[in-house]
């Protein structure tokens, strides 16, 4: 049979996570590898959405979201961040952010252009620059604190450059950017006349009383930042898919054309009740992250007596995990190992990088799961 396979897809394989929950699957592993909560979300967010349902709210909404919904974000930016954003030209509601990445990457790279890629990254970024013909330049997060070289990213930045895609609060590393880094990043783009893509959908999942800062509200940093988030991750529910992309009125414009023939719109009642959600987060927000906080500590309290160092993440859901050295096993090997012999799934984390060899020594744990599922899990990486 002649292979119809578009030759720019033949570089993009089937996911980490899918791949992973897989054979978690075949083998019936307790599954801390893909990104997502095991329990679910507020019951008030479903009540909302049904009730929008009962009410008539079941066509099409706007291309860029239901308006209330974008109001809504757009009193989150000037509440949270002191960011003024316009709710009708400066914000597309997506099916969750991997829409909001594929309509970003689509509108603004082509052919030959270049980007930064901090390493290790979430394979979206890799997946969605390929389909574009884009190249990614990576720079390597080294570490114990995951940091970069300063001047190696300079050094990165060529004519074609046209934008460095950051992630804060970073997957997988759970690390939250420095406001010195942050500053260098913003530096470079605007001496160089770059975008920045900054994928924030971890925004609140903050620990040790961290608060985030997006890298738009640097000074005159809006104008030429895209920020994606996802109510996936906000109110632990990945299952939505409703996300969305803030951007200046000139740089919208474009996610707009993409978004228009990739999803038109994102469902009507759910974003309906995510706008009444994200009014809730003054009293919903503390109980977040205080659920989250006592896992990661759990969880990390309880690797010390295991064979694994573990990375402190100050945000996200997932832990950075040393390989033991005197294993001398690589990533992929440990991880399908820990599946097939001990019953526990992780993800190999040289699946984030492209670069650096340091992924083949580390795994990623997912802790967003039910305590007991926790416990089981962390019992038989205590046993490897
Ligand atoms: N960006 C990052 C960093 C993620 O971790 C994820 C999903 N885990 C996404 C984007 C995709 O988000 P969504 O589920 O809203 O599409
Ligand atoms: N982003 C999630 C993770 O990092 C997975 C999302 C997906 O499978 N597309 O695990």
Redesign the pocket.
Known sequence: MKNFEANRISKIETSIFTKISQLAIKHKAINLGQ?FPDFDGPDWIMEEAFKAMKSGKNQYAPANGVLSFRKEISDVYKKFYSLDINADEEITVTA???EA?YSTFNAFFQEGDELILFEPY?D?YFANAILCGANPKFISLRKPDFTFDFYELEANITEKTKAIIL?NPH?PTGKVWTLEELHWIAKLAKRYNLLVIS?E?YEFLTFDGVSHIPIASLPEMKERTITIS?M??TFGM?GW?I?YAVAPANLTAPIQKVHQWTTFAVNTPGQHAMAHALNQLDEYLPIFRKTYEEKRDYVLSELKSSNFKAHLPKASYFIMLDIPKEKNINDLECATELIEKNGIATIPSSAFYSKSDEGKGMLRLCFAKKDEILRAGIEKLKNY
């Open positions: 990104g969750g952010a991997t990445l979430y979206g992630n997957n994928d959908v996802s996936g991750k990945t898919k996300g």
